[in-house]
């Protein structure tokens, strides 16, 4: 990789995607018009928020419901 100086960018970041994920990235970027790859995931990595989920509290709901539904199901074969 040639050294330019001044460049205001100096990190490289470099990921993996599968031909599924390549394709759907070339797709976004010809919907978007944007032709540099580096500028089009600089905005979608950076211009989005991330969302997580933390699941854990439902965990113990769903395991109530399976055992209502197994419970009804006894009492229907009876």
Known sequence: MKKIKNRERIIQKKFFV???????IK????ET???NFSIF???????KEIF???FS???N???EIG??????????GL
Request: proline share 0%; with cysteine.
């Open 61 to 63: 709901i769903i395991s």
């Open 67 to 76: 055992s209502v539904a197994k419970f009804k199901n006894q009492i229907q």
């Open 41 to 47: 995931a600089r905005r979608a990595c950076c211009n």
């Open 27 to 30: 797709l976004m970027m010809r």
């Open 18 to 24: 599968n031909e599924k994920e390549a394709e759907r």
């Open 57 to 59: 509290d439902y965990k």
């Open 52 to 54: 997580s989920i933390d």
């Open 33 to 35: 018009g944007i032709t």
